[in-house]
C-alpha cells in the first residue's frame, strides 16, 4: 500500500482531474477493501457529480498493544461492535471479528462438576491477545515475494468464493480451471492451495470451509465376500450382473439407497446414481417401507421421463428389507433387474457411497428430512450433478449425460 505522502500526491492529481466531472457508472473492484456494500456505493456514487477529493491517512494493521486491549474487553463479555467502538481510534466491527477468530485458541479448565459422571476437563475457546500476534507476524512472513497467489488478487478471490459460497473443493477448482483453459496470469497447484489455506493466507478461508482435508490418496482394502444374504435368498446376486455394468461401459445401471435422517423420525431420502456418469437422483420417501419406495421410484420414473427402461436397465441394491421386492422394484422402474451387493460389502456400490457422502453435507446426520421441502432437496440435486468431478476430466454429471 502506498505511504502517506504517495496518497497526498495522489489526492492531488484526483482534485485537478475529477472535481465537478459526472459519475457515469460507479464499480467496486475490490468489495473486501470498501466499507460499504458494493452495491450500495455503486447506487450511491453513479449520476454524482465529484465535489471534493482529500485523503484520511492509510488503513492501519491492528497493533500488539490494541490487542491486548481488545482481550481485556472481550474477557468483559463485550460484542465485536462495542469493542470496535471502545478502541482509539474507532475500528470496523468487520475488523474485530476477524481478528478474534484470528487469535481464537481452545483453553481447558477443570470441571467444578462433582458428579461421578462428569468429564474431568471443560474446554472453550477464548481469544488470547498473543497467539493473534504471532499468527499475524507468522502469515506476515507467509506473504513475501515469493508468494505467487499475491500477484494476481483476481485468482485468490476466485478460489475463495469457490470455497466459501459454492463448497467446491481446491481439487476441483484448480482441476476445472485446467481443464477450461488457465486464464489467469499465475499458475498454482492444488497442493499449494492447500498449504495456503494451512498458513492462513487467504482472507476468507480456512480449515474449516474444508469438506474433506488431503488422505494422502490411501484406498480401503476389502475382503472378498461372496455370500448370500441370509434373508435375501431369492435375489440376484451382483456376481450375475452384466458386464456392462460392473465395467461402466454403458449408461442405465445405478445404484439405490436409503439416507436417513434424525433417529425416530420415518422420513428417509432415496437416492440413485447412475454408475457411468454419476448423475444423482433424490426423492422424499414418508418411510422405509416397501410400498413407499417403490412409489418414489415411480416418482423419479416419471421426472426422468422418456424411454425409461432405456435409462434404467439395471438397479443394484443392498439387502435392506425396503429393497427386498425386487418385483415391485421392477415393476416401478419398469427396468431389465434388480441386483444385490453381498453383505457388509458398501463398497461394492460405491457410487452411491461416494454421492451419499456428498449429500451429507448438505443433510447431516441427525437433520429431520421431513422438515426438508422437495424444491430444498431439488437445490441439492442440481448442485451435485453440476459438481465437476476428477473422474470425468472435472466435468459434471450432467455434462457427462448430455455428451452420451
Given at each position: 500500500m502506498p505511504e502517506l505522502p504517495e496518497l497526498t500526491v495522489l489526492a492531488s492529481q484526483m482534485r485537478r482531474e475529477l472535481?465537478?466531472?459526472?459519475?457515469?457508472?460507479?464499480?467496486?473492484?475490490?468489495?473486501?477493501?470498501?466499507?460499504?456494500?458494493?452495491?450500495?456505493?455503486?447506487?450511491?456514487?453513479?449520476?454524482?457529480?465529484?465535489?471534493?477529493?482529500?485523503?484520511?491517512?492509510?488503513?492501519?494493521?491492528?497493533?500488539?498493544?490494541?490487542?491486548?486491549?481488545?482481550?481485556?474487553?472481550?474477557?468483559?463479555?463485550?460484542?465485536?461492535?462495542?469493542?470496535a467502538e471502545a478502541l482509539t481510534p474507532k475500528r470496523d466491527r468487520r475488523t474485530i471479528e476477524r481478528e478474534i477468530r484470528l487469535g481464537l485458541v481452545e483453553q481447558k479448565r477443570m470441571n467444578p462438576s462433582t458428579s461421578k459422571y462428569a468429564?474431568?476437563?471443560?474446554?472453550?475457546?477464548?481469544?488470547?491477545?498473543?497467539?493473534?500476534?504471532?499468527?499475524?507476524?507468522?502469515?506476515?512472513?507467509?506473504?513475501?515475494?515469493?508468494?505467487?497467489?499475491?500477484?494476481?488478487?483476481?485468482?485468490?478471490?476466485?478460489?475463495?468464493?469457490?470455497?466459501?459460497?459454492?463448497?467446491?473443493?481446491?481439487?476441483?477448482?484448480?482441476?476445472?480451471?485446467?481443464?477450461?483453459?488457465?486464464?489467469?496470469?499465475?499458475?498454482?497447484?492444488?497442493?499449494?492451495?492447500?498449504?495456503?489455506?494451512?498458513?492462513?493466507?487467504?482472507?476468507?478461508?480456512?480449515?474449516?470451509?474444508?469438506?474433506?482435508?488431503?488422505?494422502?490418496?490411501?484406498?480401503?482394502?476389502?475382503?472378498?465376500?461372496?455370500?448370500?444374504?441370509?434373508?435375501?435368498?431369492?435375489?440376484?446376486?451382483?456376481?450375475?450382473?452384466?458386464?456392462?455394468?460392473?465395467?461402466?461401459?454403458?449408461?442405465?445401471?445405478?445404484?439405490?439407497?436409503?439416507?436417513?435422517?434424525?433417529?425416530?423420525?420415518?422420513?428417509?431420502?432415496?437416492?440413485?446414481?447412475?454408475?457411468?456418469?454419476?448423475?444423482?437422483?433424490?426423492?422424499?420417501?414418508?418411510n422405509k417401507t416397501q410400498k413407499e419406495v417403490a412409489a418414489a421410484i415411480r416418482r423419479a420414473r416419471r421426472r426422468v421421463g422418456g424411454d425409461f427402461s432405456e435409462v434404467f436397465k439395471t438397479i443394484t441394491a443392498d439387502n435392506g428389507s425396503e429393497f427386498l421386492d425386487s418385483k415391485s422394484i421392477k415393476k416401478a422402474a419398469k427396468c431389465g433387474e434388480v441386483y444385490y451387493a453381498h453383505p457388509y460389502s458398501s463398497w461394492e456400490r460405491g457410487s452411491n457411497e461416494n454421492g451419499n457422502r456428498i449429500l451429507r453435507r448438505f443433510v447431516p446426520k441427525g437433520t429431520d428430512i421431513g422438515k426438508l421441502t422437495a424444491k430444498e432437496l431439488q437445490r441439492i440435486e442440481d448442485w451435485v450433478n453440476n459438481y465437476p468431478r476428477k473422474i470425468h476430466g472435472y466435468k459434471t454429471a450432467n455434462e457427462m449425460m448430455a455428451a452420451a
Open positions: 472535481t465537478g466531472k459526472l459519475i457515469l457508472r460507479a464499480e467496486c473492484l475490490q468489495p473486501k477493501c470498501s466499507n460499504v456494500e458494493p452495491g450500495q456505493l455503486e447506487v450511491t456514487l453513479s449520476g454524482r457529480r465529484v465535489g471534493e477529493t482529500t485523503n484520511k491517512g492509510k488503513w492501519k494493521q491492528i497493533s500488539e498493544k490494541e490487542r491486548y486491549k481488545i482481550e481485556a474487553l472481550y474477557e468483559q463479555g463485550l460484542r465485536p461492535a462495542q469493542i468429564p474431568l476437563h471443560t474446554s472453550e475457546l477464548v481469544y488470547r491477545a498473543d497467539t493473534a500476534q504471532m499468527r499475524r507476524e507468522e502469515r506476515a512472513s507467509n506473504k513475501g515475494r515469493g508468494l505467487k497467489i499475491g500477484h494476481d488478487q483476481k485468482l485468490a478471490d476466485h478460489i475463495e468464493k469457490k470455497i466459501k459460497c459454492e463448497k467446491w473443493s481446491p481439487d476441483v477448482i484448480i482441476g476445472r480451471l485446467n481443464a477450461e483453459g488457465w486464464k489467469y496470469s499465475v499458475t498454482i497447484c492444488t497442493k499449494t492451495v492447500y498449504n495456503y489455506i494451512d498458513k492462513g493466507i487467504f482472507r476468507e478461508v480456512t480449515n474449516k470451509d474444508l469438506w474433506v482435508k488431503r488422505d494422502g490418496g490411501k484406498k480401503r482394502k476389502h475382503k472378498n465376500i461372496r455370500t448370500v444374504a441370509l434373508n435375501n435368498k431369492n435375489g440376484r446376486s451382483i456376481s450375475e450382473r452384466p458386464k456392462e455394468a460392473d465395467d461402466r461401459s454403458e449408461q442405465g445401471h445405478w445404484e439405490i439407497d436409503l439416507v436417513v435422517g434424525k433417529q425416530g423420525k420415518k422420513a428417509v431420502i432415496l437416492t440413485l446414481v447412475e454408475r457411468k456418469t454419476r448423475k444423482s437422483l433424490y426423492v422424499l420417501v414418508k
